[in-house]
Structures are given as C-alpha cells and as structure tokens.
C-alpha cells in the first residue's frame, strides 16, 4: 500500500469524528437520519458512524445523506453476545448487571451491505428473537393496563408501524406508552401523574411531563426493565456466542470491536476492563484489533490513560455517543460532565476512524482490508492504513471547500 503524506493529520487538528450513531432503524434520540446529519453539519463534525442494533437497514438512506453533506459515513453494526466461559466464572464484561454478556460493535461493514449463510439466517433470526421479546413485554403491558383499569391497551402493530422502521426496542414501547397516556389525558398533567404512578406501582413520576426523556426513562425503568410489572428477561438461546457474532461481522466484511464500558461515576471498571495491561491481552488474544468508547460515560483523564494505552499497543481506537436514548445530547464528542476531549483523545479518534475509512474502501472493491482472511490485523501496518484514510476523508472535506 503506498503511504502519503497527510497535511491534516499532520497539523494536529483532525476533522470531528462520532463513530458510533444508532438512528431510528434500531431506536435514537433522532427524528430520523436527515435530522441527525443536519446535527452532524451544524457541529461540524466531519466523519459519522451508523451503528444500529442488528440491523443495517438504514445503510443507503446513510450513506446517500452524507453524500449529499459531504460527510464521511462509516458504517457499522451492534449485538449482544454471550461469552459463556465468562458468565460460569460470573466475569462482568462490559454489562455491569450481566456476567458473561458482551456488547459487541462491527466496524467499517460493507456497503452495499451483504451476508452469506449460515451469517445471513443468524443475524436475521437474533433481529426476530429481539422484536419477540418486545411484543411479550407489550403483552404483559396491556394486561397491567387492564388490571388498573387505565382505560386503554397499546396496539403493538401500530407501534411498529408509527415509531419503528423494522426494529422493536422497549423504548419504543416507554414512548408509545408516554404518548397514549398524554393524549388519552388531553396532557393534564392533573391526570396524567397520579395514572403513571398506579402504574409504577404508587412511585411518583419524577419529571416534569415537559421532560420527554426523563418520562420515557421512567416508565422504561419502572415497568420494562428487571423487576417491573411488564418485563420478560430474554431467552438465553437468543444471545449468540461471541465468536459467532465476530464470524458474522468478519463475513459481512467488517471488524470486530470491543465497546469498553470504562469507568462509572465512582471510577470503578468491571470485573474484565479493571486491568488496563491484562484486559489488552485478552482482547488481542480473543481476535479483537479494535475496540471503542462512548465518551460521555467516562471521566476524561480515565478515558485518556485506557484509549491511550490501547492506542499504544496498536488497537484501532473509535469514539462515539450512541444517541440511542430518548435525550439529545451534541453530536460532538465530549467526556462526562461535558468535559471537552483532550487533544491527544481527538487525534486518537481520528487515527481509528481513519483506518475504518480505509478498510471500507479496500473491502468494497473486493480487495484485503486491514484484517486478513482470518481476522487477523498486522498492526505494526495501522499507520499506512491511517494515511489512506486520512486522504480518503480530506477529499470528500476538500468537495465540500471547492
């Protein structure tokens, strides 16, 4: 691969990257995706990630909006899988509630997307098994309805039909259930409070009903995660194992990457991410090159030491804000608290997102990308990757300047 020379990335003043965006083909804080590139535009953040959960339905609409904003798109995908030596150890990965269960991102996927079998029924089935248990909850939903005489049931079709482009998430079903609420009470707030809190089960709502995001929050917290009146745990069997979900993002042409949930607000890691030096090691051995963060979670000098360390040891490093909540946070990345990103973090994120660029672009003209034919990554090679796609993101840049 000939390596050139970048002035950009030279300069130390990278273009804004968010690799990691869920939009409504899974669930987001976005009306839809020409809302979230507007966003994009007006923060001027150069480089965006789709990132859905299951799905890469969104991929064309995506790609076709940045095109038209001279932005660059990468192109992702996330699951839930289980790593079931880690759960009979009771390892907390990167879900601090659920031993064993992984988060796992594919990056720089191929577009047009494409999946041959077994991947294609697999990943088609897990999407099924997710929206299954969404309706079970809608069920159990309706019938507590019915029990305290609300006076109205969710229609679980229309559901998906108005707030949905093909994936079912439980916050689709807390806001369905906000919405119902508020136009079956004409939005008096007189009687809208004192029926949510029937509901909860005599727990007061604690927003103000002005607060979408913060209702929806509480509904989906009081009634459909574990141990409110409408929750169905998932089915164990729909989780799949973790290297079936890297093979599945490996075929369709991507690179498996490792979300680090890092420090929580007490600066504490979970039982896999607490050792910097053995979580890298483990990665590396379990096939993983790349790995990512969603900034907002984790204090900026923490993330600065773990992103890094990793970036030393030749892990491709992403940032992201995920945005698949009901709260509309900036585009634009920052640490928690709104701390801004240092610089090193900056050129750490676009360094990553380079090599993803780059991947993308050798993949889909049929050629190797960063990893081999096996998944592995040559990683004393990441810079001319880096290069590559330095240049391939500062020519869309420079469309947009000419």
């Not at 969710?154 to 609420?181: F, Y």
């Amino acid at each position: 691969m000939k390596v050139t020379q970048h002035r950009g990335l030279l300069a130390g003043n990278p273009p804004k990257v968010n690799a990691h965006l869920h939009t409504p083909y899974s669930f987001s804080a976005f009306r839809d995706i020409d809302d979230a590139l507007e966003r994009a535009v007006a923060e001027e953040v150069k480089v965006v990630g789709i990132n859905d959960f299951y799905t890469t339905q969104g991929y064309e609409e995506w790609a076709d909006g940045c095109k038209k904003r001279d932005l660059y798109p990468l192109f992702g995908i996330e699951f839930i899988s289980l790593n079931e030596e880690d759960q009979k150890a009771g390892l907390r990965v990167n879900d601090p509630a659920n031993p064993g269960r992984t988060y796992l991102s594919g990056k720089g996927l191929s577009n047009p997307f494409r999946l041959d079998e077994p991947y294609a029924t697999q990943l088609a089935t897990v999407h099924s098994e997710s929206n299954r248990q969404v309706e079970a909850m809608c069920m159990k939903l309706n019938k507590l309805l019915q029990k305290v005489n609300i006076g109205f049931t969710l229609d679980v079709d229309r559901i998906k039909k108005d707030l949905t482009n093909g994936s079912l998430r439980e916050r689709h079903l807390a806001r369905a259930l906000r919405m119902k609420v508020c136009e079956y009470y004409n939005n008096e707030s007189s009687s809208i409070k004192p029926v949510l809190e029937k509901l909860f089960g005599g727990k007061a709502l604690k927003s103000s009903l002005d607060d979408i995001a913060g209702v929806e929050n509480e509904i989906r917290g009081n009634l459909l995660k574990a141990g409110g009146a409408a929750f169905v745990p998932e089915d164990p069997d729909a989780f799949l194992p973790m290297q079936t979900v890297c093979q599945i993002i490996l075929s369709a042409g991507g690179i498996p990457t490792y979300p680090f949930l890092g420090d929580n607000s007490k600066g504490d890691y979970t039982d896999f991410e607490n050792d910097l030096e053995r979580v890298a090691k483990q990665l590396t051995e379990r096939g993983f090159h790349s790995v990512e963060f969603i900034t907002t979670r984790n204090d900026v000098h923490l993330l600065e030491r773990y992103a890094g360390y990793l970036h030393d040891q030749g892990f491709v490093v992403t940032f992201g804000s995920e945005h698949n909540s009901p709260v509309m946070e900036p585009i634009a990345l920052c640490a928690r608290h709104q701390t801004p990103l240092t610089d090193r973090l900056k050129q750490i994120n676009y360094e990553g997102a380079c090599v993803i660029a780059a991947h993308q672009h050798l993949v889909a003209q049929g050629l190797e990308g960063y990893l081999n034919d096996k998944g592995v990554a040559d990683r004393s090679k990441r810079g001319e990757y880096v290069e590559l796609g330095a240049n391939l993101i500062e020519h869309i840049n420079s469309n947009k300047a000419g």
